[in-house]
């Protein structure tokens, strides 16, 4: 594969470099004895690792287009979020211009997942599951109900004033009454998780149910479809953008119950996490938690993203994340 002879590096590109040397300049000059902690050294090889990653894709751009065009897109927000590094090392650790130990400095917060890797781990691992288990039986309560609403109106009549009264109300607030009625802590979790779920799944599965097109049934009834047909092969594909929708929502609500379950009562995960360190006075573990969250939450609906495209090929890129 030869090298276009047009090739130029644009000036851009040379922004995230410039950008992680100038961080790692500010965070062995001036010299500070600002941070209660002594240096780790995991921030300053983090930009390394960073600067020699970026070069790779440097590199692959004078070959490729496609990495090209993607670095040209990206660079200006490398470029700034590289930057936010150096502004956040220099107002913590050297200045102290915001007090510690409520803000440290990255340094401190990238040690986390160095040191305390194991702890972090079974975090992920005990929130995971309490997420998974919690989204799976909302969800397919959701759509048990949410089909059921929006096909037979008897079963209509007699749901949807339960939906209508039990839906609106937040999941956590159901958490008092759950702490005391469920045997575990864990299974709290699960039922206020699902009960968050359940709520956007049944409207937007029910919505999607009744607003198929009779023309869909009744080219199938002249096929010689029979009810269960109808129900699985026509209308639940024909809802499915609507329970998508209601799937997003439901997992954006799962997490916020998941975080507030685990630091009002469940034993373990990262909320619980976030409640321990904050009562040790460890708020670096508290914002390493924080990122761990952004990334885990962040990847999962991604990967929703993912199932989406796979299944609604037609709608593949209009919604994007």
């Given at each position: 594969?030869?090298?276009s ?7 851009f ?43 790779l ?23 700034a ?10 107002v ?17 917060v ?16 005990h ?22 609403i ?7 009549y ?107 009562g469940?034993?373990?995960?990262l ?43 037609w ?7």
């Amino acid at each position: 594969m030869s090298v276009s002879p047009r090739f130029k590096v644009h000036p851009f590109f040379w922004g995230p470099p410039v950008a992680l040397l100038l961080d790692q300049v500010l965070h062995f000059f001036p010299e500070d004895n600002l941070q209660p902690a002594p240096e780790t050294g995991v921030y300053s090889f983090l930009l390394w690792v960073l600067f020699g990653a970026y070069a790779l894709f440097l590199t692959a751009s004078v070959f490729h287009q496609r990495i090209r065009t993607k670095l040209h897109h990206y660079t200006p927000l490398l470029t700034a979020f590289f930057l936010f590094f150096g502004l956040w090392d220099t107002v913590t650790l050297k200045y102290a211009l915001i007090p510690l130990p409520y803000f440290p400095g990255p340094d401190r917060v990238l040690s986390v997942f160095v040191n305390d890797g194991d702890i972090f781990g079974l975090g992920i691992y005990h929130s995971l599951v309490l997420l998974f288990t919690g989204y799976a039986v909302g969800g397919v309560l959701g759509l048990i109900t949410g089909i059921s609403i929006g096909w037979s109106r008897r079963l209509s009549y007699w749901i949807n004033p339960v939906f209508k009264f039990v839906g609106p109300i937040p999941a956590t607030a159901w958490i008092p009454i759950a702490m005391i009625t469920f045997p575990t802590s864990f299974s709290a979790g699960v039922f206020l998780i699902a009960l968050s779920v359940w709520f956007p799944v049944t409207f937007m599965t029910s919505s999607g149910i009744a607003g198929v097109k009779n023309s869909y049934f009744e080219v199938a009834r002249t096929l010689g479809a029979d009810n269960r047909f109808l129900i699985f092969k026509v209308a639940v594909p024909a809802a499915f953008p609507l329970i998508f929708i209601g799937l997003f929502m439901g997992l954006g609500l799962s997490f916020l119950t998941l975080i507030a379950a685990e630091t009002l009562g469940v034993k373990g995960g990262l909320g619980y996490l976030i409640l321990w360190a904050q009562g040790w006075g460890e708020y670096y573990k508290v914002y390493a938690v924080l990122i761990t969250i952004a990334v885990l939450f962040s990847s999962l609906i991604l990967i929703l993203f993912k199932i989406k495209d796979r299944i609604l090929i037609w709608q593949k890129g209009l919604i994007k994340w």
